[in-house]
């Protein structure tokens, strides 16, 4: 006893998963009870079924893995339903079961296996051909088991829910919520990134940024929800253009940046900035249906800068510094259409 005891503590003690704990446990049954087949089972309590998730099977009577029947009549359920945890002659217990009849079971011990609010989820079983009687030790055995591998259970559980919430609430520190874009912080993270790497390659880094000019008079005149419809179809276009390496995140309340790894050359570079400052400015122009407003809109104030040796500030600043020329280039440009408008009037 006292030598299952130290394997048991050696066990508990360093499983990292269900299996890692269970299947050690299984053989400690096994020589507790002296039963051929011991095994874990899962309930389906939906669908009404039972599994055998992890067995061990040393003598004669076989109880595979992955084996899948009705949980309406199962020796467990009769067990559970009966306050039994032991049956030693099941052929005369249950002379109607087909499952002992057909597997020739005649010693049966299930302990259940519940979550933290008591719901039977699965079973700790074993089973033999032979009578056989088990004692105090094998039925404590038995129930600690079951209770060692329900603490696991929900332990893992916990760790889970403890995963995707941190998920959640990484993907929701760095998201934007109205467009499901990046958001600032995401975005100078993978700006430092890409211009570490720069730093080691020589190349250049693209750094956009992009201003919706006239959107507070979206906002004023068509509402806010119309103001966030143009935000978010605005967004759509502009992720359209971009590349897989590329990263479009929005930064302020009506303004995007970009970032992507840029040619080698400063030339090339330096085009590719041109390019896509242009581009962006195309496809954000035109026609958007905001609520029951089609809007024709104007497009983006872009600027792209192709940067290397820079700090993410400075690389940020350099990007919007070349959108607001490009936003006062625009306004001259529209200012001397209307004093041409004028003077033909």
């Known amino acids: 006893m006292e030598e299952m005891l130290e394997s048991l503590s050696a066990t508990v003690a360093t499983a990292n998963s269900l299996e890692a704990l269970t299947r050690p446990l299984l053989e400690m049954l096994e020589v507790v009870t002296g039963l051929e087949s011991t095994y874990l089972t899962s309930i389906d309590e939906e669908n009404a079924v039972q599994s055998i998730a992890i067995a061990r099977n040393t003598g004669e009577l076989l109880i595979p893995e992955g084996l899948t029947v009705p949980w309406s009549d199962t020796l ?42 008591g719901e039977v989820i699965g079973t700790l079983c074993a089973a033999g051909k032979n009578s056989k009687a088990l004692g105090p030790r094998a039925r404590s055995a038995l129930n600690l088991f079951s209770k060692l591998i329900a603490q696991h259970i929900e332990r893992e559980r916990l760790v889970e829910e403890l995963r995707r919430s ?41 750094v956009g940024v992009f201003d919706l000019d006239g959107f507070k008079q979206v906002n004023d005149q068509f509402g806010h929800l119309s103001g966030d419809q143009l935000l978010h179809q605005c967004a759509g276009r502009l992720a359209g253009m971009t590349r897989d390496t590329d990263m479009l995140a929005r930064v302020g309340g009506d303004e995007f940046a970009f970032v992507g790894p ?3 050359d400063e030339n090339e570079a330096n085009r590719a ?24 809109y104007s497009g983006v104030s872009a600027g792209v800068v192709a940067v290397r040796f820079l700090s993410v500030d400075q690389a940020l600043g350099q990007a919007d510094a070349a959108m607001y020329l490009a936003k006062r280039a625009r306004q001259q440009r529209n200012n001397d259409v209307a004093g041409t408008g004028s003077a033909a009037r």
């Open 273 to 296: 900035a041109a390019a896509l400052a242009a581009r962006a400015a195309e496809v954000t122009a035109g026609a958007y249906s905001l609520r029951d407003t089609r809007l024709t």
């Open 166 to 206: 941190n998920e959640y609430l990484t993907r929701f520190s760095l998201t934007d919520s109205l467009t499901e874009l990046p958001n600032r912080r995401a975005l100078r993270d993978e700006l430092g990134r890409l211009l570490a790497r720069a730093a080691r390659d020589g190349s250049y880094v693209l």
């Open 76 to 117: 467990c359920k009769r067990c559970l339903e009966q306050g039994r945890r032991v049956v030693s002659n099941v052929s005369e217990v249950w002379p109607d079961s087909q499952a002992a009849a057909a597997l020739g079971i005649q010693t049966y011990a299930s302990a259940p296996v519940c979550d933290s609010n």
């Open 262 to 264: 840029g040619p080698v």
